[in-house]
């Protein structure tokens, strides 16, 4: 039942608004590389003569292609779409770990787990599989790894050591009611099992994929991704002479660098070409830094209660922001920015297929928790 009223809490709010890693750079130099433009078939420049008869029928068939991508468009809904990815990946989370001895890491684990959350990452890692042909059983194990993974992220993350925050996803951190010692061996597990769950539950897809799909999570959340990300944003903590850059590198690794693998993963497991894979890549490096824009904002735009985490604390500990270096109507526009370019490098693929990481894009720059 809590998982429903999730569901149901997310679709309203969505309804709103609707192989190889690169090496960092900045946001600015990394967004501008252009994409390739399919060449043109050669036999389509030759001139032909034109009969009514034919001008009336690429007339009329161009009026039907129009007619139905309108027809397509509106026919995709994102409330359901939610709903429905939602619902699937909260059952195939719950599947995957049962409490069995010793009860108290496995209730923790699952205390954290399945609290709630929005499922981005999921999602993402399902979309894009779908986008490049795959089906959501190549993808699922692959998407409740990442998520098993950020929860570890947030346990870790809550700790006295790190953040030291009592409130997550509206509900005492699990360090409060497991204890600290507990909770990081919680963390650890979920990270361990994660890596597991992707090798032995990855249904349809070939052994080489799936080596390429874990060598790109590891990747991701290691000393070149999210634990650099972290180690740098508690190195800057406190320091009034944080640059934009260094802000965008703590960012682009700490929470870009997980949405940009869960995209990956998908487009991966999906079986996408290396250049889909590569298109793909650019638009999940851009949605995971307007995250981080987004949370930033919020932060100071939004209470407590409404965000289910506690607000205002990025300013009590002196934390280096994007409201705070560029000011909050800057934070806005650039926000803004990174949305339109993550949807530039959707372009060239089936407009049908791409319509969910369309509308998940505009929900992470329009969301209010």
């Excluded at 059983?137 to 009592?166: F, G, K, Q, R, Y």
């Excluded at 289910?308 to 934070?331: H, I, Q, R, S």
């Amino acid at each position: 039942m809590r998982s429903m009223n999730l569901v149901d809490l997310w679709a309203q709010q969505a309804c709103l608004v609707f192989n190889q890693t690169l090496s960092y750079k900045s946001f600015n130099g990394f967004m501008k590389i252009p994409l390739k433009n399919s060449k043109m078939n050669p036999k389509l420049n030759k001139k032909r003569p034109f009969s009514p008869l034919t001008v009336s029928a690429i007339a009329t068939t161009k009026e039907d292609e129009r007619i139905e991508a309108a027809e397509t468009e509106e026919a995709f809904n994102f409330k359901i779409y939610v709903a429905e990815k939602a619902i699937s990946v909260n059952k195939a989370l719950d599947e995957a770990i049962i409490v069995k001895e010793p009860h108290v890491i496995h209730e923790a684990m699952r205390y954290s787990l399945l609290a709630g959350g929005k499922r981005v990452r999921p999602m993402l890692c399902l979309a894009a599989c779908e986008l490049v042909g795959g089906n959501q059983e190549n993808a699922m194990a692959a998407a409740c790894a990442v998520e098993m993974i950020h929860t570890m992220s947030l346990i870790h993350d809550d700790l006295p050591c790190m953040d030291n925050d009592d409130l997550r996803r509206g509900k005492p951190t699990n360090h409060k009611i497991y204890g600290e010692d507990v909770a990081v061996l919680a963390g650890d597990s979920l990270l361990a099992f994660a890596f597991e769950h992707i090798v032995n539950s990855t249904a349809g897809v070939t052994p080489s994929r799936i080596v390429g799909a874990v060598a790109e999570l590891a990747k991701s959340i290691g000393t070149e991704g999210l634990v650099a990300g972290q180690v740098a944003d508690i190195k800057c903590t406190g320091n009034a002479s944080v640059s934009l850059e260094t802000l965008e590198f703590i960012h682009v690794h700490k929470t870009a660098a997980l949405l940009e693998s869960s995209v990956v993963l998908g487009a991966i497991l999906g079986g996408g070409t290396n250049v889909e894979v590569e298109k793909l890549r650019r638009f999940a490096r851009c949605i995971g830094l307007l995250f981080q824009v987004v949370d930033d904002i919020l932060d100071v735009t939004k209470s407590s209660e409404e965000l289910g985490k506690t607000a205002g604390k990025d300013l009590v500990v002196d934390k280096t922001t994007y409201p705070k270096l560029l000011g909050l109507e800057k934070a806005k526009e650039f926000a803004a920015e990174l949305n339109r370019e993550a949807k530039q490098q959707l372009e060239g693929f089936d407009s049908r297929k791409a319509a969910p990481l369309i509308a998940l894009a505009d929900y992470i720059a329009y969301r209010d928790n």
